[in-house]
T-cell receptor, first 115, second 110 residues
Framework: NAGVTQTPKFRVLKTGQSMTLLCAQD?????MYWYRQDPGMGLRLIHY???????AKGEVPDGYNVSRLKKQNFLLGLESAAPSQTSVYFC??????????????FGEGSRLTVL | RKEVEQDPGPFNVPEGATVAFNCTYS??????FFWYRQDCRKEPKLLMS???SGNEDGRFTAQLNRASQYISLLIRDSKLSDSATYLC???????????FGKGTRLSVIA
């Protein structure tokens, strides 16, 4: 059982380049999330999805776009990368509304550096 | 006032010690509270939920004080393997399903 898988694990970009992070979960979860984690800032929600075909903005959505075309996949896109987007990105999923269960299943993280 | 505040630490304690972390939250309407654990360069994982009546899981005890809007995590008989960052997590209204604290780092020393 793979759980939540993120690709790529590491990436270095130049300012202005674009890229997509892929998150895949095999647990049939309805809810999926993208977080970023920076030193001293904790985990901050970028975008999330409550089901296939839906997306919603989180705390820090600017500079990112997302898509949930298939229930098992949640893509995070950076159209024009900036150094401020250097971070560790975590994807997570949950079966039920997370406020009730608290159980988020995280991927291993994707370390992105923008030069 | 930030939504969820934690003492960042680090807390350096010897093996076998008892250590407690506190976390305060600002949204009085919050209903759900959790502690997550994150090992260095790893993903966070749910440690335990925090119930109104308090709850215990082995060496770990979580408590909630709604009047003062804080939750606590007590670790008894600390092990080297308890070294990690402990994240306080609270449900929130608006566009953020859960709000994570910045974490408290614990180092258990032999």
């Amino acid at each position: 059982n793979a759980g939540v898988t993120q690709t790529p694990k590491f990436r270095v970009l130049k300012t202005g380049q674009s890229m997509t992070l892929l998150c895949a979960q095999d647990m049939n979860h309805e809810y999926m999330y993208w977080y970023r984690q920076d030193p001293g800032m904790g985990l901050r929600l970028i975008h999330y999805s409550v089901g296939e075909g839906t997306t919603a903005k989180g705390e820090v959505p600017d500079g990112y776009n997302v898509s949930r075309l298939k229930k098992q996949n949640f893509l995070l896109g950076l159209e024009s990368a900036a150094p401020s987007q250097t971070s560790v990105y975590f994807c997570a999923s949950s079966y039920l509304e997370v406020a009730h269960t608290g159980e988020l299943f995280f991927g291993e993280g994707s370390r992105l550096t923008v030069l | 006032r930030k939504e969820v505040e934690q003492d960042p630490g680090p807390f350096n304690v010897p093996e076998g010690a008892t250590v407690a972390f506190n976390c305060t939250y600002s949204n009085s309407a919050s209903q759900s509270f959790f502690w997550y654990r994150q090992d260095c360069r790893k993903e966070p994982k749910l440690l335990m939920s925090v119930y109104s009546s308090g709850n215990e899981d082995g060496r770990f005890t979580a408590q909630l004080n709604r009047a003062s809007q804080y939750i606590s995590l007590l670790i008894r008989d600390s092990k080297l393997s308890d070294s990690a960052t402990y994240l306080c997590v609270v449900d929130a209204s608006g566009n953020t399903p859960l709000v994570f604290g910045k974490g408290t780092r614990l180092s258990v020393i032999a």
